[in-house]
DNA sequence: CTATGGCACGGATT
DNA sequence: AATCCGTGCCATAG
């Protein structure tokens, strides 16, 4: 007698694994989009206002709900759905279209980084200066051009261009569209300000000593400002360490420069991971459910639906499977994505609070296995979908992924700290990775290298001669 | 002769 | 099955 209702239960199940296996492929916007349009064209579906814990179930003004938050320890993230909604929806129509061809190949993903950084803190006519200034940008990111000819080309007070000036030069990559190497490092510098503990001497030595530091004359240094010598040496390794003279390269490194074909990012994070208030303090893991409130079958359809007409019925009963399908679906659409972020969370901690070098190798197929999913179901909810790091960063979720980051940024840092007079090529930075346990060919080093858009070491002496 | 980039192969990952 | 990634080999430039 199951052989009767067999394929049709098969063929419920195989409905909703398929709608949920395309749903987890949607990034917030997307889904969010898809929900509102079943939502006007379904008369049986319904969103309340209300929100409720998905933990506790308790109604709540605003999710994480407060009781659920004290029960959690420090080392575990709070992850929750957000019913915050992904934000006005923009239109594809205000990227720039005013970014001259040649540049755009080399420069589209920083530019469009950028601007979706700034997006949603500018008007309209502030947008346009954005996409101007970023235009503007030669390829080591830095604007050469002076605020005050944007101004005139736009026909837009200085004032207001300085305004989006600063707020592109402190977004990630901070420190880019600067004048020259300099202002890009001050500010730099007083972006980490924030998040970490600046040596103090280190502002002052970029502003009147950069002729002694180019030269690394720390002795000289120490002299001119009396201070110990010791104060000086930790200041320029801090610099050193932690800024970079190439703000547009420093983000290459992270957003895979080359050869990705749907390397689409969206200005509006899927999630957004920050620390609450104290660092140290657990992680808030949000994850935007793409609605503004609880989904729901409208109740009273059910007690109406006897007194209808066969023909009705069927039409109503439409509405209802559909309805409770989306539902059921969203909601395990949600769950997924809320239980990989956790796992995200925990396993790449370090790499949350820390730096690029931080990032362990972590891959789909293990998070398939905590998670007991299939590694394909993995591969769907981590594609196409970004996250905001406390830092500010947007990267996207493959990012965690990634096998080479934490070697990428080894090398980065090597090249930082090599003697500018004595460039090292790729075997002896591959030397040097060794002792810090990656084990790399020296082809592997080049090509690393090339993702970071350093130069070879025979160019790389000669450039930095001419800036000095 | 050394350093680097192009091509292509094999193994891992998705 | 398709794709990505590290690496070896070889040609080329300095």
Known sequence: MFLT?????????????????????????????????????????????EIRCPECGRRVRSLPCPSCISKHTDDTPIVFLSPRLPGPARDTDEEPDDLPAE??????????????????????????????ILARLDDRGLLTDHPA????????????????????????????????????????????????????????????????????????????????????KEAAQFIRRNLTPYPARAWHDSGRGTNRLAREVYYQPDIIISHNQRPGGPLFVEVFSGVGGTLRLDPEIKAVIPGLSDEEKQEW?????????????????????????????????????????DLKPLTRSFLAQCLCLHESTVSRAVANKSAALPNGRIVPLSIFFDRSLAVRDAVHVIIAHEDRHAPLSDTQIAERLKPQGYTVARRTVAKYRQMLGILPANLRGRELSRVE
Not at 11 to 39: G, K, P, S, V, W
Not at 108 to 119: N, T
Request: aromatic fraction near 2%.
């Open 149 to 232: 000819e944007i101004g005139v080309s736009l026909r837009v007070s200085l004032d207001s261009v300085m305004r989006v000036l600063t707020l592109i030069q402190r977004s990630d990559p901070p420190g880019v569209a600067t004048r020259d190497f300099r202002e890009s490092l001050c500010v730099q510098l007083d972006v980490l300000r924030e998040t970490m503990n600046v040596p103090p001497l280190c502002e002052q030595m970029l502003a009147e000593c950069w002729e002694l530091l180019t030269k690394r004359n720390y002795e000289g240094i120490a002299r001119q400002l009396g201070a110990p010598l010791c104060d000086v």
């Open 103 to 132: 540049r755009i190949a080399q420069a589209e993903s920083l530019a469009e980084h950028i601007l979706r950084q700034v997006a949603c803190a500018v008007n309209e006519t502030e947008q346009r200066i954005a996409a101007n």
């Open 317 to 357: 009963s439409e509405y209802v499977g559909r309805a409770t399908l989306l539902v059921k679906c969203v909601q395990q659409r949600n769950n997924t994505m809320r239980r990989i972020a956790e796992i995200i969370t925990v396993e790449q901690r370090a790499f949350v609070l820390g730096g690029d070098c």
């Open 5 to 49: 209702h067999s394929p049709e239960l098969r063929a419920q199940t195989t409905l909703h694994l398929t709608q949920t296996m395309r749903l987890l492929e949607l990034n917030t916007a997307e889904l969010a989009d898809e929900i509102t349009h079943e939502l006007e064209t379904n008369p049986v579906l319904q969103l309340l206002d």
